[in-house]
């Protein structure tokens, strides 16, 4: 079911340029960079630079753009000639409108500012070029038809993840551009394909009770999803409950539906002391127990029980989702994929762990909205699957 809604509208800081060109009307605003003293940036085509109100240059391709932090204002120097103002823009020069900085492309423009004693170089563009710049950063998108139905089930997912970042207000900026919020790519991020997806769904929203819902999504779920309160602790959200993915998991064409993990023993008493679960890394790992799981089969709690070089024991308690930051993978490089596993110590005392699925398991299952729309399911029914209750409303503003 599509609805109508139309928002309260959210305050803008367009651009006030004597540019001549069209503004973005409420756009979203997306950290691309920031730092303390100085940001060192290069364009790779020419673009102008405002301060609030006037035309102060024109960049041209390869200038080096020096921003410096200089009190409550920053300084920006461009071959010899120095700007002093509390806010930038950066704008294209070009009909098509994309900035090119730093060997990235962007659309909209690009704000710099004095935001939280830092400089900070944010993207403001609108919505809808936002979510064209998450899709294929944040979704297996590939080029096949049979998984355009998913893929318009997770443009909706993303927008309306960014829309209830934008209705926050708050003061600087809405959005990360990675993991803390949604991955985004400005126009290398995006493609003919996911494009024409995102047009597709232009202004569809997710609701629950005539509110935005709130959004959670993750690559694979192993065959049940997970209580948004078992990992997130939020209550009272009867659309974010276990969804049980069918006998023969949809999400199962997934590269990480099933996985394993191997860990000297040296190596899992390193990871227990990184994360100061224990302060000291004389330890022995003699057990490890599962204590109990949720609903969706992914542990909730789980006990390791240490000896030192004195034999006396030591026992850390581990809960829900922290398992994945604490124990890691093997590598150590990322977060162990999911909680959904079973443990064991081998006789050579290593520890296995054989899991299933890829991340939290809450929300939308990547993988398995790609088998749904591969089993014949339309972007609603794949929602309603993943969102029971909810409804697909068209924004008007």
Request: glycine letters at 8%; proline letters at 2%; a neutral charge.
């Amino acid at each position: 079911m599509i609805g109508g809604c139309s928002s309260s509208k959210r305050f803008s800081n367009n651009v006030n340029t004597s540019s001549g060109k069209s503004e973005i009307i409420n756009p979203i605003r997306i950290l691309l960079d920031e730092n303390e003293d100085k940001l060192s940036l290069f364009t790779d085509f020419g673009v102008l630079l405002f301060d609030e109100n006037i035309l102060l240059t024109n960049i041209h391709s390869a200038d080096k753009i020096n921003v410096t932090s200089k009190s409550d204002k920053i300084e920006i120097k461009i071959n010899g000639k120095v700007f002093s103002s509390g806010l930038f823009y950066l704008r294209s020069d070009t009909q098509n409108g994309i900035i090119s900085l730093s060997g990235k492309k962007y659309r909209g423009a690009l704000k710099i500012f004095k935001g939280n004693s830092k400089i900070q170089l944010v993207n403001q563009v609108s919505l809808e070029d936002y979510v064209k710049g998450v899709m294929n950063e944040e979704m297996p998108a590939g080029k096949d038809e049979k998984r355009y139905e998913a893929l318009k089930a997770f443009s909706i997912c993303a927008r309306t993840y960014a829309f209830n970042k934008m209705k926050m207000n708050k003061d600087y900026f809405d959005i990360y551009s990675d993991t803390r919020d949604q991955v985004y790519g400005g126009v290398d991020g995006e493609s003919s394909f996911t494009n024409k997806i995102v047009d597709e769904t232009k202004g569809q929203l997710l609701f629950f009770d005539d509110k935005p819902a709130v959004i959670f999504y993750h690559s694979t779920c192993g065959g049940s999803t997970e209580n948004v309160n078992n990992v997130f602790g939020k209550n009272d959200l009867p659309y974010l409950y276990e969804v049980f993915d069918g006998s023969e998991p949809y999400c199962k064409i997934s590269p990480a539906f099933e996985w394993i993990e191997n860990y000297s023993n040296k190596i899992f008493v390193e990871r227990l002391y990184n994360s100061k679960q224990i302060d000291s890394k004389n330890f022995f790992v003699r057990d490890i127990k599962i204590k109990s799981r949720f609903d969706s089969g992914r542990v909730n709690e789980l006990e390791i029980i240490l000896l030192d070089k004195n034999e006396n024991e030591n026992i850390v308690l581990l809960k829900g989702n922290s398992i994945r930051n604490i124990i890691k993978n093997s590598s150590g490089k990322s977060m162990l994929k999911s909680t959904m596993f079973d443990i064991k110590i081998n006789k050579d005392n290593s520890i296995t762990i054989e899991g299933k699925g890829y991340g939290h398991g809450v929300g939308l299952c990547q993988w398995g909205a790609i088998g749904l729309a591969l089993d014949g399911k339309n972007y609603l029914e794949i929602i309603e699957h993943y969102f029971s209750g909810t409804k697909v409303v068209q924004n008007n503003d």
